[in-house]
């Protein structure tokens, strides 16, 4: 990169940052991130995404890994960084895109799409006993094969029967059977047929393709009726749906839920919708991070509220994301690095098995945690780092990277790499909720990495 365009580089995130000084889509920053597939459990809503590189190849989509997010308030998330690779299926050569993972009988199975050393699509399993990993091939061969065997979604109904979805540019589903590696020979693989009334109609493509589904589904259930959602009508793709009274059809089309995204957008899309503390959600991605498009996409997400009569609103995608956490975020407790709602200029790295932490740390560089409640006050700020920074240090601030300064915490200057030690310092007595800004400054090379930080 030329210094001109570092400096472009650097006015464009610049920009970003004013422009979205009260935005939170989308929800991750550190990594490129498409494809999410949100799950609750015990208490937590998880996201798994696929992983847009930061480098693309042979300008087609990047993919390697699949990562995962998790939140209790919908504001702040986790990293538990890289979970499922690929390469963890000695039998597949490349191309993690987009998966689904849910839980059952006290295991998290894992459905990827990934192509076949010796060439063709297929659809993978991989489990786990926690929901953040280490995730391993379950079977040591694909679940499924064939052409367009992609994008799968996977979903138990209330008894207990699961389902599995999949497919470009046809529609697919198998019963599973209770072991979740295997599913119902009897029945087979079923093509759903894309019918007009099940998937309205092509306005591009109309000889290949015949209905306006195109690839991604999701099945959700709510009260008695099934909504199948789906990138639709072609590229650039918009968002739809149709519902059944069986999860395995016949499908009616019921309409558009998220047009193109013009501004920002890319030129895919893929929905996951969920119930969540009382709540629905409606996750998808976009392009909007600098540098960011159509094989750079990232993650968002907006509430949704049903229409009386039981559809799905016209969802309008926005930069603010979720309005409301539902809970406050306790600060007198360890609260890891990689949890933020916003940051610019970090990176994460490790895993959830070995440690996420954040990393790349330069001058200007910030992360913020939203919704932290300081009760009746907090006197002194902890965090836990590794390697050292000339002159470098941690703003502590409310509300805005240049908002209240609490006070500045300065890093160890004999600090090692790899070597975790904790530094201290009192700040101004704070009360009550805030947003706060942990605001990196310094100058020359940084080596500096971030595992945790605590006020008392």
């Known amino acids: 990169m030329s210094l001109f365009d570092h400096r472009l580089s650097m006015l464009a995130a610049c920009l970003f940052t004013f422009a979205t000084a009260s935005a939170f889509n989308p929800i991750v920053q550190t990594y490129y991130t498409a494809d999410p597939a949100p799950m609750v459990y015990n208490g937590r809503l998880y996201v798994y995404t696929s992983h847009d590189e930061d480098t693309t190849v042979r300008n087609f989509f990047s993919m390697n890994d699949w990562r995962c997010y998790s939140t209790d308030d919908m504001v702040n998330w986790t990293d538990h960084g890289s979970i499922l690779s690929y390469k963890d299926f000695e039998w597949s050569r490349g191309d993690a895109w987009a998966g689904q993972c849910i839980y059952r009988n006290g295991k998290f ?111 959700y259930k709510r009260l008695d009726t099934y909504y199948l959602l789906y990138p639709a009508g072609g590229v650039p793709e918009h ?25 920002g957008g890319a030129f895919t899309n893929h929905p996951g919708l969920i119930d969540f503390k009382g709540k629905t959600y409606l996750f998808y991605h976009n392009g909007a991070l600098p540098g960011g498009g159509g094989f750079k996409r990232s993650v968002c997400v907006e509430e949704v509220t049903f229409n009386p009569d039981g559809s799905l609103p016209l969802i309008t995608p926005t930069s603010e994301g979720v309005k409301d956490p539902l809970a406050n975020l306790n600060p007198y407790k360890r609260t890891e690095a990689e949890t933020m709602a916003w940051s610019q200029g970090l990176k994460t790295a490790g895993n959830a098995t070995k440690g996420v932490h954040v990393t790349r740390i330069d001058d200007g560089d910030f992360l913020c945690v939203r919704s932290v409640d300081f009760g009746k006050g907090a006197k002194q700020f902890k965090a836990s780092l590794s390697g050292t920074w000339a002159d470098g240090r941690i703003e502590i601030r409310l509300n805005s990277v240049d908002g209240t300064l609490l006070g500045t915490c300065a890093v160890d200057k004999d600090g090692k790499p790899a070597v975790w030690s904790t530094i201290s310092c009192r700040v101004e007595k704070v009360k009550g909720v805030h947003d706060l800004y942990l605001v990196f400054k310094g100058s020359g090379a940084s080596t500096l990495a971030f595992d945790w930080w605590q006020f008392k």
């Open 109 to 219: 199975y894992y459905y990827v799409p990934v192509n076949e050393k010796k060439g063709g699509n297929a659809i993978g399993v991989a489990v786990a006993d926690n929901p953040t990993g280490p995730f391993k091939d379950a079977l040591g061969k694909p679940l499924l094969r064939g052409f367009g065997y992609i994008d799968p979604t996977v979903f138990i109904d209330d008894d207990n029967q699961a389902y599995l979805y999949w497919g470009n540019p046809n529609l697919w589903y198998v019963k599973l059977n209770n072991d979740m590696l295997s599913y119902d020979q009897t029945l087979g693989v079923v093509q759903e047929p894309l019918t007009k009334e099940g998937f309205y109609i092509r306005h591009k493509d109309t000889i290949k393709r015949p209905s306006s589904y195109e690839e991604g589904p999701w099945l």
């Open 239 to 263: 968002l739809a749906y149709s519902t059944a009274k069986s999860p395995t059809g016949p499908w009616t089309y019921g309409d558009t839920i998220m047009h193109v995204i013009k501004k």
